[in-house]
């Protein structure tokens, strides 16, 4: 399966305006890379850049996308999760608009319903910001939430 031409939108529980992913780049059992280009419309961009909110936001929503693909290759529902903790966020600087972000998630622990990942947010190569994240993942089948 090509990821890049999966609909993020079969992945994830948000939708816009507030999806944070544009593309899932590549999804393997440690690695996950997804690809978002920030937009002036973005619900998140203030005064022309994509706020620390949005960035946080980019990653857990990359989280997501990894559990998205793996529920969608093993035909099961997407599964909403919810941000556990948030660590070691180092922001060296907020994108511009027109930015395409692309991060990556490094998953550290999964143990039952529970991911620890390194994040990188980066932009032309250049690390726009790092961050440990803790996801929890419900029971909730996201697609009896979005009704």
């Not at 031409?5 to 593309?23: E, N």
């Not at 996308?65 to 093993?74: E, K, P, Q, S, T």
């Not at 529902?77 to 692309?102: H, Q």
């Not at 143990?111 to 803790?134: D, H, I, P, R, S």
Request: proline share 5%; charged share 20%.
């Amino acid at each position: 399966m090509n990821e890049a031409q999966i609909d993020v939108l079969t992945l994830l529980p948000q939708r816009p305006p507030f999806v944070m992913i544009d593309r899932l780049m590549h999804c393997d059992p440690k690695t996950t890379v997804t690809e978002l280009e920030v937009r002036g419309d973005n619900l998140f961009v203030e005064e022309g850049h994509l706020s620390a909110t949005g960035m946080v936001e980019n990653i857990a929503q990359t989280c997501a996308a990894r559990m998205g693909y793996i529920n969608l290759c093993a035909n099961k529902p997407v599964k909403l999760g919810v941000i556990g903790a948030i660590r070691n966020f180092e922001l060296t600087v907020l994108p511009p608009v027109g930015a395409t972000l692309t991060t990556t998630i490094e998953v550290q622990e999964e143990v039952f319903q529970m991911l620890l990942v390194e994040a990188t947010v980066a932009c032309n190569g250049a690390v726009q910001a790092t961050a440990q994240m803790k996801i929890a993942l419900t029971d909730t089948d996201a697609a009896n939430e979005q009704r």
